[in-house]
């Protein structure tokens, strides 16, 4: 394939500052990198979060800066081989890929003994200079890379819901989740109905989903939800009190991102149930620790990234085995990039919105 020397780019060069670059270098594959050409790139509300000056991506009086700008963002990409390193083994050029969102260093203390995810220098796709993101017509995956095949006939509507959904298999398997269980899972967004729909394969007593959007609901009612409640619209704590005898739920994920969200599941989890933080908070959570421990020793787990989940996530969506039948909303090419941001926030109804090329 030839490959040109520029490309169209979304580039973040700081806080509040991101702009579509038309002339942007391709970056250059080197001996022990593969060169993709992308397909298209969803958008986590992480990149939302990031360029509306979050502090856990830019900093404040408490924590450092963690992004090197300038650099592109998108992390949901997917796309075929370009070009290949002359060191590369195994691939060849046309092969459609994937990466799990974290490069890792594969030397820390994390990364040697097979915590990779937890990289110490934790270096992810579309928030750093030297490991820039899929929202650009290229896209460089260095040596170290987590690299996966996606089959060529995969729908982009369904490849483009690999990273999130391997996220959402990730944060299920942290809850360990059993045929007694009852299981609330709050918030059926992408990721939330991801969970929903490998959470069902876990064949858990009741499967209960919370949204403040109806739609969203019916949607998780689809994926395989026993029961769903809007807190907007009813008590969900004393719901949940009623199905279980006024005990209270045995897990409760977290995936709002709201810290609403949290306080609710702390009422309505029972005692030495299991809690599971998996969002990523735009502001700080208020709550009463001796919940956690003096009143009802639970233990609370939270959820990062995807460790060895895309194998099984890309199986599983090919043969139908995980749902994904309408989670892709909306599609926009790159120009159009801060349309498709705002729709990304949910407000216009829109569940994953992506960028494609």
């Known amino acids: 394939m030839n490959v040109p020397q520029t490309m169209k780019a979304l580039v973040a060069y700081g806080k509040d500052d991101y702009r579509l670059v038309p002339d942007y270098p391709v970056p250059a594959c080197g001996p022990d990198d593969i060169l993709l050409k992308v397909e298209g790139c969803g958008i986590c509300a992480g990149d939302i979060k990031c360029r509306h000056g979050a502090a856990m991506f830019w900093g404040d009086q408490m924590q450092p800066a963690w992004v090197h700008p300038p650099f592109i963002p998108g992390h949901e990409f997917v796309g075929t081989v370009a070009q290949l390193g002359e060191n590369v083994k195994g ?6 890929l994937a990466a799990d969102q974290i490069l890792p260093c594969w030397e820390c203390r994390f990364c040697s003994n097979g915590h990779y995810w937890m990289c110490q220098p934790h270096k992810i796709f579309g928030f750093f200079e030297e490991a ?8 460089r995956l260095p040596k170290g890379s987590v690299i996966h095949r996606v089959p060529l006939d995969m729908p982009l509507s369904d490849a483009l819901l690999i990273e999130p959904y391997a996220c959402s298999k990730h944060c299920v398997d942290r809850a360990q989740i059993g045929v007694e269980d009852i299981v609330v899972i709050s918030g059926a967004g992408t990721l939330g ?12 007593k009741k499967l209960i989903v919370l949204d403040m959007l109806d739609d969203r609901l019916e949607k998780a009612s689809e994926f395989g939800a026993d029961l769903v409640f809007n807190p907007g619209k009813v008590d969900v704590a004393a719901e949940i009190m009623k199905l279980t005898e006024g005990y209270g739920c045995d897990i409760y994920i977290e995936a709002t991102g709201h810290p609403s969200s949290v306080t609710q599941g702390m009422q309505m989890i029972r005692k030495l149930g299991r809690f599971v933080e998996f969002s990523v908070f735009g502001e700080p959570t208020t709550l009463d620790w001796s919940i956690i421990g003096d009143r009802k020793e639970l233990d609370v787990l939270g ?8 194998p099984f996530v890309i199986e599983s969506i090919s043969d139908g085995t995980l749902r994904t039948n309408g989670v892709l909303s909306r599609t926009f090419p790159l120009e159009q990039w801060q349309e498709a941001f705002e729709c990304a926030t949910g407000k216009h109804g829109d569940l994953k919105v992506a960028i494609t090329f």
């Open 91 to 96: 691939f060849v050029p046309g092969e459609r």
């Open 303 to 310: 959820s990062h990234l995807s460790p060895y989940c895309f």
């Open 132 to 139: 820039n993101g899929g929202m650009a017509e290229y896209i």
């Open 193 to 204: 109905l991801g969970m929903v729909t490998y959470a069902r394969l876990r064949h858990p």
